[in-house]
């Protein structure tokens, strides 16, 4: 069963912080490439970041620098660690599993959580 619970979203201001987790089940994390993806209003959902299974990470071009992924196998987590947040980051956050395909990372499952909302305010 696929199970993937987002939270740590809330509302900051424009420079602020936040750090995002996501519990997954053990059939949907384990050994799996996870990634964070973020959709805003009225746009589609985007690919923010990746991580393996031995940590390396890829992030889109927009948050280099200010983003960190990581996990914890043990716990079956994985964290988004927002830095110097900006107004076009304001989006609902989700994670999936991911699997590289023709056209890139695309997520594994077609479940989503219910995601967390981040509003960031100018």
């Known amino acids: 069963q696929v199970q993937l619970e987002e939270s740590g979203g809330g509302l900051v201001q424009a420079g602020g912080s936040l750090r995002l987790s996501c519990a997954a089940s053990g059939s949907v994390f384990s050994r799996k490439t996870m990634g964070w993806f973020r959709q805003a209003p009225e746009k589609q959902r985007e690919l923010v970041a990746t991580?393996?299974?031995?940590?390396?990470?890829i992030y889109v071009d927009s948050v280099k620098g200010r983003f960190t992924i990581s996990r914890d196998n043990a716990k079956n987590t994985v964290y988004l660690q927002m830095n110097t947040l900006k107004p076009e980051d304001t989006a609902v956050y989700y994670c999936n599993a991911v699997i590289m395909s023709v056209t890139g990372f695309t997520p594994m499952y077609r479940h989503w959580g219910q995601g967390t909302q981040v509003t960031v305010s100018s």
């Open positions: 991580i393996t299974t031995g940590g390396n990470a």
